[in-house]
């Protein structure tokens, strides 16, 4: 796919060394990453966002952070065009997450365009996702529906969600079930 090239190219033209590590000790893991900052990520992801979908879904399996955060930002304008296959596609990333960002710009981001309309459906995959042997399906469980929690008639779910993992072992998970926690305070 010649735009995957493309992007490759720019991503490598802004690589940052100093960034790289400054980015990976703010989100530790396996990830590739190149050190491309975040102005660059969205310049990209304005360009290609007509490539929709199929570049969408080369870009989040090219591997590294930096394609997987334009991915979540073409598919965060694009997806409303396709709910049924964003929420697909929603299910198979969240298989590969490897870092705390990705899973928060996928949970957040990735579903903008459809939160008022799927609701239902978003619920039943962040219930599934809080049973996963996966903790970042269990920390997305509840970062997905962050946005809910604006909406006094939704917490009674979020709070299953929440309670659910409140004794959860691992420290990503646990600051999601934090976070969450901290939302319902917000405005009181």
């Known amino acids: 796919m010649k735009e995957i090239k493309e992007i490759q190219q720019v991503l490598k033209a802004n690589a ?5 590590d400054f980015f990976s000790k703010m989100v530790p893991g396996d990830q590739i990453m190149y050190g491309v900052k975040t102005p660059v990520l969205n310049d990209l992801a304005k360009k290609y966002k007509e490539g929709s979908f199929p570049l ?3 870009l989040w399996y090219a591997g590294s952070m930096e394609e997987r ?3 979540i930002k073409i598919l965060e304008k694009k997806g409303k065009d396709d709910p049924a296959r964003l929420l697909k596609l929603f299910q198979e990333f969240s298989k ?3 870092n705390w ?3 928060d ?3 957040m981001q990735f579903l903008r365009s459809i939160v008022k309309t799927h609701r239902d459906e978003i619920f039943r995959i962040a219930k599934r996702f809080n049973r996963s042997a996966n903790m970042w399906q269990r920390r997305l469980s509840l970062v997905m529906v962050e946005w809910y929690t604006r909406h ?3 917490h009674a779910d ?5 309670t659910a993992l409140a004794n959860d072992k691992e420290y990503y998970v646990k600051k999601a079930v934090v976070w969450i926690n901290r939302n319902f305070t917000k405005g009181k």
């Open 16 to 20: 940052n060394k100093d960034h790289k």
């Open 56 to 58: 969408a879904e080369a």
């Open 69 to 71: 955060v334009i991915a």
């Open 96 to 98: 590969t997450i490897d």
């Open 101 to 103: 960002a990705v899973c």
């Open 105 to 107: 710009g996928l949970g």
């Open 152 to 154: 006094s008639a939704d």
């Open 158 to 162: 979020i709070k299953k969600l929440v």
